[in-house]
């Protein structure tokens, strides 16, 4: 079954709003906890003192995923994991783009353990130049001939003379930075051409070969928008996307139920000079509510009932339609569209399609 290590206790890094959030979303499935009558998915943890909690919740499915920082792992009993955080601090409250069971495993904390290390924070390690004075082993101007340092390290050196270095080497231990895709763009050097996404926070999940992950992040910020590598629940005013295929775009439409937008829809809005509407062409991922709106507007392939209908828009409600459900039309159906001066331009487009 499910099974939960326990690590350490978060306390700060939360306003007055989030923690209110929380509690609302852990209320309804919490309990008072008992260590006499602890869940099997705490394993023989049971707590004590300042690690002993109040509350827990009845399943671990009805958690979420926070992202913390801190500053080390230290040893410490007061957890099953045997060591715990020091100085954590939420920097996320909750990652809505990430299912419970998406946190981070005992092997992945073990791999901070490993060779002694347990530094959670990143030092910048500088080249060490090695400066050689120019008189090192040469005659000076008293005529005697004077061995420098690097003269005296040659001498006792049994292999002869050591080669010159002007930079010592460096021991580099496993690099645990960001992932390429979760990276954010440095786009600080890009200009702000128009108000399109004026006061909007953007965040790109991904791009294809046409338009990568930052050309999209440069083109948020040339608009005037703010990109963001998290979706954040009631801050977020758009997620962008090529598609919606991989891992992280499945989990954050399952878990958030957000609207995930297709790139096109940025510069179809750009070319109209304002944000469009959205509508389910635009969509790669539709979220309850928005499934909800649009059913009283559109039909299932995204046409909708009360606008007209272009070429391309009518083309690009095709592109959605089943090649079974093409069949199903038959040519007598059409033949009588194609009569009516009303649908003649788009029984055309269609038999074209």
């Known amino acids: 079954g499910d099974r939960v290590v326990t690590v350490a206790r978060v306390g700060t890094g939360f306003s007055m709003e989030q923690l209110k959030e929380i509690r609302a979303r852990i209320r309804p499935h919490l309990r008072r906890y008992d260590p006499h009558r602890a869940p099997a998915w705490l394993g023989s943890w049971r707590g004590a003192g300042k690690a002993k909690p109040d509350a827990i919740l009845d399943s671990p499915t009805h958690g979420f995923v926070m992202e913390i920082r801190a500053a080390e792992i230290v040893p410490s009993d007061d957890y099953e994991f045997g060591h715990t955080l020091r100085f954590p601090r939420a920097v996320v409250p909750i990652r809505e783009d990430k299912d419970w069971c998406d946190a981070v495993t005992e092997s992945d904390l073990q791999e901070f353990l490993k060779d002694g ?7 910048r390690v500088r ?7 120019d008189n090192d082993g040469e005659d000076t101007d008293d005529g005697k ?18 080669p010159r270095l002007g930079l010592s080497a460096l021991r580099r231990g496993r ?4 992932l390429e895709g979760f990276r954010g ?5 890009v200009p702000v051409a128009s108000r399109l996404l004026r006061g909007a926070e953007v965040f ?52 958030a139920q957000v609207d995930i937008v297709k790139y096109g ?26 499934a909800q709106r649009f059913k009283h507007a559109f039909d299932r392939w995204g046409d909708a009932f009360y606008e007209d209908v272009t070429p391309e828009t009518l083309r690009e409600s095709m592109e959605d339609v089943a090649d079974a459900d093409l069949a199903s039309i038959s040519e007598d159906c059409l033949q009588r569209l194609s009569a009516h001066p009303r649908f003649r331009k788009s029984t055309q487009t269609l038999r074209k399609l």
């Open 127 to 133: 080249t060490k130049v090695e400066v050689q004075s």
């Open 117 to 123: 290390r347990g530094l959670l924070t990143a030092r």
């Open 204 to 255: 790109v999940l991904n791009g294809d070969k046409e338009y990568s992950k930052g050309d999209l992040e440069a083109y948020v910020v040339r608009h005037g928008g703010r990109n963001m590598q998290n979706y954040i629940k009631k801050r977020t005013s758009l997620v962008v996307a090529a598609s919606a295929s991989d891992l992280r775009s499945q989990n954050l439409a399952r878990t």
């Open 145 to 162: 001939h004077h061995d420098g340092p690097a003269a005296k390290r040659r001498k006792s050196n049994s292999g002869g003379a050591a």
């Open 265 to 290: 829809y940025l510069f179809q809005s750009e070319t109209e000079g304002r944000l469009l509407p959205l509508q389910p062409r635009f969509l790669l991922s539709t979220s309850s509510d928005t």
């Open 175 to 178: 690099s645990f930075g960001v």
């Open 185 to 189: 763009t440095d786009t600080t050097t």
